[in-house]
C-alpha cells in the first residue's frame, strides 16, 4: 500500500511539474514581450518548482526502490509473442530497468521489429512515414502462453513514424504530453493477459482495431490477439512487451522473462522464430 501511494503521489506531482513548466514558459514569452502579467516572485516561484519536481522525484524512487525489492530472479519462460524474423530493442539482457524506468511495469520490458524490407528515412525530413510504409505494421502477436483476457485498449489512432531527428525531437514532446493523459497515452492500443500465479504479459502500441480478443476471453498459447501497430508513445511500428506482477500496470512490477527457443536477445539481435510451433526451434543472429 505504501508503494502505491509513493507511486501515486509521484504519478501526481510528475504532471504537476510539467504544468508548471508550461506555466512558466508562457510567464517567460510575456515578460519577453511585455505583457503584463500579475505580480510574482521569481524566487518563489523557483521554489516552487523545485518542492514540485523534488517530491515527484523522491517518491518515484522510493516506489522504484520498492518495486525492485519484489522482482524475482528466476525468469519465466514463455513462448515468443511474434512469428518469423524480428529485432530485439531496449530490452533487459543489456540492462535493468531496460527502457530506463520502473513505471508502468517496464523493467525488464522489450521492444521489437521487423528489419527485413525497412527502408530509413532522411534523417532530417520533418514529415515522418504512414505506419503502413514500415514492416512491421499488421504483424500478427500472439499469446506467450494459456491465459485469461483482463484488459483491451483498441480505439487509438496509428500516428506517422517519429524516427528522423525532427521526428524524435517532437516525439519527446509529445511523450511528456502522453504522460498527462496517464499510462493508456503512453501505451497506445495495448491487451493485458493473465497468465496466472501472478503473471501478466502486456502487449503495447498495437495497430487501432486489430485487437481479436476481449476482455474475459480464455486463449491458448499461439492464439493471435492483435496487430503490431504504431500506436501511444512510439517512435515507429513495434512490440512493446513485458511481464509483470499486476494487471494495473500503474501499480505492477516488472518481471524476467525467457522466450522459449529464443532465451532473451540482446539489443540489435535479430532472432527468427519459426511460422508454426512454439519457438523451440527458433535462432538467433
Same mark, same amino acid.
Given at each position: 500500500?505504501?508503494?502505491?501511494?509513493?507511486? @501515486?503521489?509521484?504519478?501526481?506531482?510528475?504532471?504537476?511539474?510539467?504544468?508548471?513548466?508550461?506555466?512558466?514558459?508562457?510567464?517567460?514569452?510575456?515578460?519577453?514581450?511585455?505583457?503584463?502579467?500579475?505580480?510574482?516572485?521569481?524566487?518563489?516561484?523557483?521554489?516552487?518548482?523545485?518542492?514540485?519536481?523534488?517530491?515527484?522525484? =523522491?517518491?518515484?524512487?522510493?516506489?522504484?526502490?520498492?518495486?525492485?525489492?519484489?522482482?524475482?530472479?528466476?525468469?519465466?519462460?514463455?513462448?515468443?509473442?511474434?512469428?518469423?524474423?524480428?529485432?530485439?530493442?531496449?530490452?533487459?539482457?543489456?540492462?535493468?530497468?531496460?527502457?530506463?524506468?520502473?513505471? =508502468?511495469?517496464?523493467?525488464?520490458?522489450?521492444?521489437?521489429?521487423?528489419?527485413?524490407?525497412?527502408?530509413?528515412?532522411?534523417?532530417?525530413?520533418?514529415?515522418?512515414?504512414?505506419?503502413?510504409?514500415?514492416?512491421?505494421?499488421?504483424?500478427?502477436?500472439?499469446?506467450?502462453?494459456?491465459?485469461?483476457?483482463?484488459?483491451?485498449?483498441?480505439?487509438?489512432?496509428?500516428?506517422?513514424?517519429?524516427?528522423?531527428?525532427? @521526428?524524435?525531437?517532437?516525439?519527446?514532446?509529445?511523450?511528456?504530453?502522453?504522460?498527462?493523459? /496517464?499510462?493508456?497515452?503512453?501505451?497506445?492500443?495495448?491487451?493485458?493477459?493473465?497468465?496466472?500465479? /501472478?503473471?501478466?504479459?502486456?502487449?503495447?502500441?498495437?495497430?487501432?482495431?486489430?485487437?481479436?480478443?476481449?476482455?474475459?476471453?480464455?486463449?491458448?498459447?499461439?492464439?493471435?490477439?492483435?496487430?503490431?501497430?504504431?500506436?501511444?508513445?512510439?517512435?515507429?511500428?513495434?512490440?512493446?512487451?513485458?511481464?509483470?506482477?499486476?494487471?494495473?500496470?500503474?501499480?505492477?512490477?516488472?518481471?524476467?522473462?525467457?522466450?522459449?527457443?529464443? @532465451?532473451?536477445?540482446?539489443?540489435?539481435?535479430?532472432?527468427?522464430?519459426?511460422?508454426?510451433?512454439?519457438?523451440?526451434?527458433?535462432?538467433?543472429?
Amino acid at each position: 500500500m505504501r508503494e502505491r501511494t509513493l507511486r @501515486g503521489i509521484g504519478s501526481a506531482t510528475t504532471r504537476l511539474f510539467l504544468l508548471y513548466m508550461v506555466v512558466l514558459l508562457a510567464l517567460i514569452v510575456a515578460w519577453l514581450t511585455d505583457v503584463p502579467v500579475p505580480d510574482h516572485s521569481p524566487l518563489l516561484l523557483a521554489l516552487i518548482g523545485f518542492v514540485i519536481w523534488g517530491t515527484s522525484v =523522491l517518491c518515484t524512487w522510493s516506489a522504484d526502490r520498492m518495486a525492485s525489492r519484489r522482482e524475482p530472479s528466476t525468469p519465466v519462460e514463455v513462448a515468443p509473442p511474434v512469428r518469423g524474423a524480428w529485432q530485439a530493442l531496449n530490452g533487459p539482457a543489456d540492462k535493468v530497468p531496460s527502457h530506463g524506468v520502473r513505471w =508502468l511495469g517496464q523493467a525488464y520490458a522489450i521492444d521489437v521489429l521487423v528489419v527485413e524490407g525497412r527502408e530509413d528515412a532522411s534523417p532530417w525530413s520533418p514529415i515522418g512515414r504512414p505506419a503502413t510504409a514500415y514492416p512491421s505494421f499488421g504483424e500478427p502477436l500472439l499469446a506467450v502462453a494459456d491465459a485469461t483476457v483482463v484488459h483491451v485498449d483498441d480505439g487509438q489512432r496509428d500516428h506517422r513514424g517519429r524516427d528522423t531527428y525532427p @521526428g524524435l525531437a517532437y516525439l519527446m514532446l509529445e511523450g511528456l504530453a502522453r504522460s498527462l493523459g /496517464g499510462p493508456r497515452r503512453v501505451l497506445g492500443n495495448h491487451v493485458i493477459l493473465d497468465l496466472g500465479d /501472478g503473471v501478466h504479459a502486456l502487449y503495447a502500441h498495437l495497430r487501432r482495431g486489430s485487437a481479436s480478443v476481449r476482455v474475459g476471453d480464455r486463449v491458448e498459447k499461439g492464439t493471435p490477439i492483435g496487430l503490431c501497430g504504431n500506436s501511444g508513445n512510439s517512435s515507429e511500428p513495434h512490440l512493446h512487451f513485458q511481464l509483470m506482477d499486476d494487471a494495473n500496470p500503474k501499480w505492477a512490477a516488472g518481471l524476467p522473462f525467457t522466450w522459449t527457443g529464443v @532465451g532473451l536477445p540482446p539489443n540489435g539481435e535479430v532472432f527468427t522464430v519459426p511460422a508454426t510451433g512454439n519457438g523451440a526451434d527458433a535462432t538467433g543472429s
